[in-house]
């Protein structure tokens, strides 16, 4: 198993341009997580699918940040416009529905200058 | 404070001693979780204990739980230079089909050869 794989690994932009994380969970899984990790604020849950349907958005910061589910195995979360302040490291994770332990991927590190 | 705290912040040991981490949490919980994550990494499933479970061994780990106290410990025997890494505890006090795992913001040990 290939497990949960997320591109690009680093992405560096400028203030304002839009940026698209990408993420393939496991084959099989139902459920999928997006989180966002900094130094200050720790692990944060930003929205989680279950089945491909968007189940609790509350996480996430503010409407610039929307994230998509249109099939089973790709999942994308999308800033528009990024600012200094979303520069994090950001991991998507997925679980079996009926499992209690998630799968996470190695994360996109996120720099906006 | 929020769901799922560790400490400490940071411990530093010797190859070979035992290391002790501990995590509070301030809601009813379903299972704990502890979860590793080496630098630069995704986070990886170390042990669940249920809530009705008070200890259990997973190789050189022991996680014990206390739900009158609300708190957890984690203990590393026999640490190897190769445990270096972060771990969080992780608590899911969710119910119905509203699955999510809220995460400490972790402990960073280091063991030294």
């Known amino acids: 198993d290939a497990g949960v794989i997320q591109s690009p690994r680093h992405e560096v932009t400028e203030m304002g341009q839009e940026v698209t994380l990408r993420c393939k969970p496991i084959?099989?899984?139902?459920?999928l997580f997006w989180y966002r990790q900094t130094m200050m604020r720790g692990l944060e849950l930003l929205i989680y699918f279950n089945n491909n349907v968007p189940i609790d958005d509350s996480g996430m910061p503010e409407d610039r940040f929307s994230a998509k589910m249109p099939n089973a195995s790709f999942s994308t979360l999308k800033i528009q416009p990024s600012e200094p302040r979303d520069s994090a490291v950001y991991f998507c994770?997925?679980?079996?529905?009926?499992?209690?332990?998630?799968?996470f991927g190695p994360g996109t590190r996120l720099t906006v200058t | 404070s929020q769901q799922g705290e560790e400490d400490p912040q940071a411990l530093s040991i010797q190859e070979g001693e035992n290391a002790t981490m501990n995590c509070s949490y301030k809601t009813s919980i379903n299972n704990l979780q502890w979860y590793r994550q080496n630098s630069g990494r995704g986070l990886v499933h170390l042990i669940l204990i249920r809530s009705n479970e008070r200890e259990k061994h997973s190789g050189r780990l022991r996680v014990t739980l206390d739900t009158s106290k609300k708190s957890s410990s984690l203990l590393i025997t026999a640490s190897r230079a190769a445990d270096t890494a972060s771990y969080f505890c992780?608590?899911?006090?969710?119910?119905?089909?509203?699955?999510?795992?809220?995460f400490g913001k972790g402990t960073l040990l280091t063991v030294n050869p």
């Open positions: 084959s099989g899984h139902n459920s």
């Open positions: 992780a608590t899911d006090a969710s119910g119905g089909s509203n699955y999510k795992l809220t």
């Open positions: 994770a997925s679980r079996y529905t009926g499992g209690d332990e998630q799968y």
